[in-house]
């Protein structure tokens, strides 16, 4: 047998990425979010959901309630997409402001949460009404930077508007001295309602661009564009083409520019932005290693007018993300035992990367296919207890199942490291089998069902 190319592993590989963003107005969801989310767009097959959403219901009896219990908006987007092998990888949420990350489970074991952070700078910098939340991840390797913001509004404020910004990502510094500032990470993904405005012109020649599509003259006076223009660091921020129409302000349950009495002028405050690493320029005649191939490349920008539940209509953008992975396999291989059946503890075998440092309080999970998060389980067992090693690499631990009722379900095995605070190794899906099972046939008769 012909040796392994050692490259093989390395291949590029196409993630897509789909980001929301929504000023939802305190509003409840709606009861169809399909388009938004993009589910019934057959040529999609997407890896990754960012949803980033401002003015959330964030009174007091709101906050409490949503301390206690998922708030409305996460357990709808889970609900929604927990049957499509979606699994909750992470949120943070500051008052209004909430930032939720999606991945089909496969990636788990590829996505390790490094640190997730809020940053107000609403009333002098310390309410939370404005301001941004981040969350740090290494993604396959790769050091990804993720933020949902929601920045000071009305047209005269731009240059707050801007300090804001600056203010934001000035913030993004760690104490852990294996997380770079976020201008190093990879790729940084920003968006929410940046409130940037449309200069100079005048309420009825707005509206008349807008009805006539003719969007050229406005993307001239728009706020962030001619900032772009004069902020080295901003112009780095790369944006789709604003080909809908502005977001903002409409009446409520409507698709109809604001009429109340202040008739607001409308603007494209709502925008997903990104910014890819600079490579290092190499000096003449020296040679040097390619970079890793790590490239992102937009598929759609767009408005979603569907929706009227708030004064803001939601903007999406899909990604594909074509990376070479740095890290090509997961720290620990689950193996559940091939026979198992309800009356009965299972058998767990997993091995170690050697480089892999455990804890005590590393545990392993037991799942239904569909799972909404992590703490969606239906037993979990601690690393350590029941636990017998019969080699360096490999270790079996024993999980408590008979409470599991019989079920034609299948099952998922995650392992779970308190050191990286993340998911490091999943089993391939499997059944358990009803109590009758082995005593149906002779041993031998019976198949693994993995």
Known sequence: MAAMNPQTELRVRTLSIHVVTWNVASAAPPPDLSDLLQLNNLNLNLDVYVIGLQE???GIMSLLSDTAFEDPWSSFFMDVLSPLSFVKVSS??????LLLIFAKYQHLPFIQILSTKSTPTGLFGYWGN???VNIFLKFYGYYVSIVNCHLPPHVANNDQR????????EMQNFEAQDIPNILDHDLILWFGDMNFRIEDFGLHFVRESIKNQCYSDLWEKDQLSIAKRHDPLLREFQEGPLLFPPTYKFDKNSNNYDTSEKKRKPAW??????????????AIHT????????TLFLRSYVSHMLYSVSDHKPVTSTFDLE???????????????????????????????????????DWIGLYKVGLRH??????????????VSFSDGLNQVYIDISDIRETEDQFLLFYYSNNLHSVVGISTPFKIQPRSFLAEGPLDEAQPQI
Not at 92 to 97: A, E, S
Not at 326 to 352: F, K, N, Q
Not at 374 to 387: E, F, K
């Open 269 to 282: 405050t709502d925008r997903i932005l990104w910014r890819l690493k600079r490579q290092p320029q190499a």
């Open 92 to 97: 943070v949420r500051m008052q209004g402001l």
């Open 323 to 361: 990376l070479k992975p740095l890290v090509s396999a997961p720290l620990i291989t689950l193996l559940p035992e091939s026979r198992c059946t309800t009356e009965c503890d299972m058998l767990i075998s997993y091995s170690l990367t050697a480089d892999f440092l455990s804890s005590p309080w």
């Open 162 to 169: 801007l300090e804001h910004f600056d203010r934001i990502l």
């Open 130 to 132: 404005k301001g941004g």
């Open 56 to 58: 959330m219901n964030c």
């Open 287 to 294: 040679p040097t290693l390619s970079a890793p191939h790590f």
């Open 374 to 387: 992590i703490n969606d389980y239906v037993s979990y067992v601690w690393v350590r207890d029941n636990q």
